[in-house]
């Protein structure tokens, strides 16, 4: 039987990076708890197709979903919080819609029409919102529009949301984030912003349902009831969220504020009874009680970046509650680590992540903090390009291959220890060509990632064009590194590690893509408790 599906729109206003996707994901997971089948969906402004081709600088963390889409970093923290996977229905940009579109005139779907933004560019979103819905026999899709209104390169969402709550109706709500500032010298908070904000909203056509006013400290009564009258809002509409301990705590705060229960009297569903957080307070409470602290080292070229590796970041997280730790993770520069400082940088971690990522800048500095790490015996955990920087060290300095490297760094190089894949090599086009996605891997009986995960077949994401290169495998093996995981189809190497040391596992694929609050990656969790009994 079909279902009757609500969306509900997620919309920002007076300045970015209030956390529509903490917002977003906070109600999935309390409408999740209540027994609805949710989904979440990103529609991002910006022209690229996708933000595979965008660097950490620009975007954060380009996140996979296990179909192979490269995908907004939300999609980590929608994933995280709902333990739902995603696929690339569920993160579109303006670059992919007006592709499509493109696509479609030069086919002559549209007849022979002028196309225009209206209705062509609308109805395009319009039917990837309302096709998800359709096809997954959802509850609710929550949709989050990126950017902030008022931006101009959002304004063909705003108008395909400004119709389809024209069409839908009770079916159709829209949740409106703004931000209340503290002005410290007056000792005020500031509603002007969010009545602008909220006035922005509405000349382009919506009148929001709901309104979230992200503030720093306690909003009184008396101002949530001036903004629902100038905002034209429902006073019982208009709750707060403060700045939280952990962005695990936003769902039981929005849960406090009623969040849940106005969706769904506003969308017409009974909002009786209680959702069942009994799980995720038993992760919070891990979280907050845990006294002991574990220090892990991040080594990567994006540390100064807050979202440059969110989801490693947030894996080690899960992991160090489920082990009744505090996570203490520490930042290293791998551009500003050489051989004479990468004991002072590492002495005092119990465990290392070797980071992923792209091109040469930093290559050096990782494989001085490999070598320290195999020669100190430091639990160490490399994922893909962390994995292939840990075949370069033992390929130079165990095997004596001196000039070993990756043919990404040096396509002349005598020893090309990781190379290029074969399908790889005609491929001109950067977006969108890598390996992408879930992919099968079969784990060597008696490896200590075998014993990990619990199981020998395994499915883990990917993103990357370069391979361990199979003409050095028994080499690699005869010294004491072993190909522990390779995969079914292709008998690509997944998983390499040195049986010998207490933890030294590179993976070519991305756990962290999988792991959620309420089902940690059970090779971060191993990592984590390698790393707690080494300290």
Same mark, same amino acid.
């Given at each position: 039987m079909k279902t009757d599906t609500r969306y509900i729109f997620v919309t920002g206003g007076v300045v970015s990076s209030l956390g529509k996707g903490i917002i977003s994901s906070s109600l999935a997971r309390l409408l *999740?708890?209540?027994?609805?089948?949710?989904?979440?969906? !990103?529609? =991002?402004?910006?022209?690229?197709? =996708?933000?595979?081709?965008?660097?950490?600088?620009?975007?954060?963390?380009?996140?996979?979903?296990?179909?192979?889409?490269?995908? =907004?970093?939300?999609?980590?923290?929608?994933?995280?919080?709902?333990?739902?996977?995603?696929? !690339?229905?569920?993160?579109?940009?303006?670059?992919?819609?007006?592709?499509?579109?493109?696509?479609?005139?030069?086919?002559?779907?549209? *007849?022979?029409?002028?196309?225009?933004?209206?209705?062509?560019?609308? =109805?395009?979103? $319009?039917?990837?919102?309302? $096709? *998800?819905?359709?096809?997954?026999?959802?509850?609710?899709?929550?949709?989050?529009?990126?950017?902030?209104?008022?931006?101009?390169?959002?304004?063909?969402? *705003?108008?395909?949301?400004?119709q389809l709550k024209w069409e839908l109706g009770r079916k159709a709500l829209v949740v409106h984030l703004t931000y209340v500032p503290f002005i410290k010298a007056a000792k005020e908070l500031k509603t002007k912003p969010t009545q602008h904000s909220v006035k922005l909203l509405q000349q382009t056509g919506i009148q929001p349902d709901i309104l979230v006013l992200r503030t720093e400290i306690e909003i009184p009564e008396s101002i949530c009831r001036k903004v629902a009258q100038f905002c034209n809002v429902s006073p019982e509409a208009v709750v707060q969220s403060i700045d939280a301990e952990t962005i695990y705590d936003v769902p039981l705060l929005m849960h406090g504020q009623g969040l849940d229960r106005i969706v769904l009297e506003k969308t017409g569903l009974p909002a009786t009874g209680e959702p069942d957080l009994d799980n995720w307070n038993k992760f919070l409470n891990k979280l907050k009680k845990a006294e002991k602290v574990i220090n892990i080292a991040l080594v990567g070229k994006y540390v100064e970046l807050q979202d440059a590796y969110k989801s490693i970041s947030e894996a080690l997280c899960h992991a160090a509650a489920y082990c009744d730790h505090k996570l203490n993770l520490i930042s290293v520069h791998s551009e500003k680590i050489n051989d004479r400082n990468v004991e002072k940088l590492l002495k005092g971690v119990s465990g290392v992540i070797i980071a992923p990522g792209f091109g040469k800048r930093g290559i050096e500095g990782k494989i001085e903090a490999i070598k320290w790490c195999r020669e100190n015996n430091v639990p160490t955990f490399g994922i893909c390009l962390g994995m292939q920087c840990m075949v370069i060290e033992f390929a130079r300095n165990v095997l004596g291959l001196d000039k070993a490297d990756s043919t990404e760094m040096d396509e002349s190089t005598p020893y090309p220890v990781i190379d290029i894949m074969e399908e790889q090599k005609q491929i001109s086009d950067l977006g969108g060509t890598m390996r992408l996605g879930a992919y099968n891997c079969v784990l060597e009986e008696g490896s200590k990632a075998a014993r990990a995960y619990g199981k020998l077949n395994i499915s883990e994401r990917h993103r990357h064009r370069y391979e361990f290169n199979d003409t050095y495998r028994s080499l690699f093996e005869n010294a004491g590194m072993k190909c522990v995981g390779k995969n079914p189809e292709s008998g690509l190497v997944e998983v390499v590690e040195i049986p010998d040391k207490t933890w030294f596992i590179g993976t070519q694929y991305h756990p962290e893509y999988q792991s959620t609050v309420l089902n940690p990656n059970p090779l971060f969790l191993d990592f984590i408790k390698a790393s707690i009994n080494r300290s």
């Open positions: *999740l708890s209540r027994g609805y089948n949710v989904t979440i969906q !990103k529609l =991002d402004p910006y022209i690229n197709i =996708d933000p595979g081709t965008l660097n950490p600088y620009e975007h954060g963390e380009c996140y996979v979903t296990a179909d192979g889409h490269e995908a =907004d970093l939300d999609l980590g923290h929608y994933e995280r919080f709902t333990n739902i996977k995603t696929t !690339k229905a569920n993160n579109i940009t303006t670059g992919r819609i007006y592709r499509d579109v493109i696509e479609k005139e030069r086919r002559g779907d549209y *007849l022979g029409k002028t196309v225009q933004i209206i209705p062509h560019i609308t =109805d395009e979103i $319009k039917h990837n919102i309302t $096709k *998800l819905g359709e096809t997954g026999n959802y509850d609710f899709v929550i949709t989050e529009i990126g950017g902030t209104v008022g931006d101009i390169e959002s304004t063909p969402f *705003l108008e395909a949301v400004r």
